[in-house]
């Protein structure tokens, strides 16, 4: 990391830094302007602090919404798309979770402004990504996937590094059910592990769980407590 973006980035504590940095983000519009379907992948490192009283929360908040206004509107061919994440390098980060990012792109009003989900970030804000999918399609602001979690996965508070899948089984299928509902059909970007073949094996995986995904679904009373009924599910196949 460049030591000039230590104070964050579209929301860096020196205006000049801010500045020179907003216009490097310009130069990424020009560059995708260039290719049809290219975007922008906005994540935010070091936009967020550690300590209490380090920051003016609203006036860096619209540091954030000032630099996202000029770069929606520079080239409004191109999307520019929001990577949340709630935590690291900074103990807290301004754009969080799926709510804020949606809140950011309602506020703005700009079309070309939407989020991607990455499944990793979205267990870390303690959320069902499933529904941040539903929710973000809902208001036309999923512009991507972002899947980190094909080799390992994690107890959602940090990343853990598991055998993928092992922990988040079903709100990972969850998220596929609903992929195929939607008809998804924006990027995806499947990573994970070190080296070609971790990546192949990633790939792989986004396979498999779009055709496990495909079978039926069936919503069931899993359990049955005093208080009342939790529901569950189970695939079954339809060949
Ligand atoms: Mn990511």
Not at 16 to 45: C, M, N, T, Y
Not at 83 to 90: A, D, F, G, M, T
Not at 132 to 154: E, M, P, S, T
Request: hydrophobic share 40%; aromatic share 14%; proline share 4%.
């Amino acid at each position: 990391m460049s030591p000039e973006r230590g104070n964050g980035c579209l929301m860096n504590r020196n205006p000049g830094i801010r500045r020179h940095l907003i216009d490097l983000f310009k130069q990424s519009v020009d560059l995708a302007a260039e290719f049809p379907g290219a975007d922008i992948l906005v994540w935010l490192s070091n936009d967020g602090y550690d300590y209490p009283f380090k920051d003016d929360y609203a006036r860096r908040w619209d540091m954030l919404m000032d630099a996202l206004s000029e770069l929606c509107e520079y080239l409004s061919d191109v999307k520019i798309s929001l990577e949340y994440k709630p935590k690291e390098p900074r103990i807290h980060q301004y754009v969080a979770n799926y709510g804020i990012s949606l809140f950011m792109c309602e506020k703005l009003k700009y079309p070309n402004l939407g989020v991607v989900m990455d499944i990793g970030h979205s267990f870390n804000a303690g959320e069902n990504p499933a529904e941040a999918v539903a929710i973000l399609n809902k208001y036309g602001r999923l512009n991507h996937i972002h899947i980190h979690i094909h080799l390992n996965d994690n107890y959602r508070s940090w990343g853990d590094y598991l055998i993928f899948a092992s922990i988040h089984f079903w709100e990972t299928i969850g998220v596929f059910y609903l992929l195929n509902k939607i008809g998804y059909d924006g990027w995806m970007w499947p990573s994970g592990g070190d080296g070609f073949k971790a990546l192949q094996e990633s790939v792989d995986r986004v396979y498999m769980f779009y055709e496990a995904a495909r079978t039926e679904l069936l919503v069931y009373d899993v359990y049955e407590y005093s208080s009342g009924t939790a529901g569950g599910w189970i695939i079954r196949d339809n060949n």
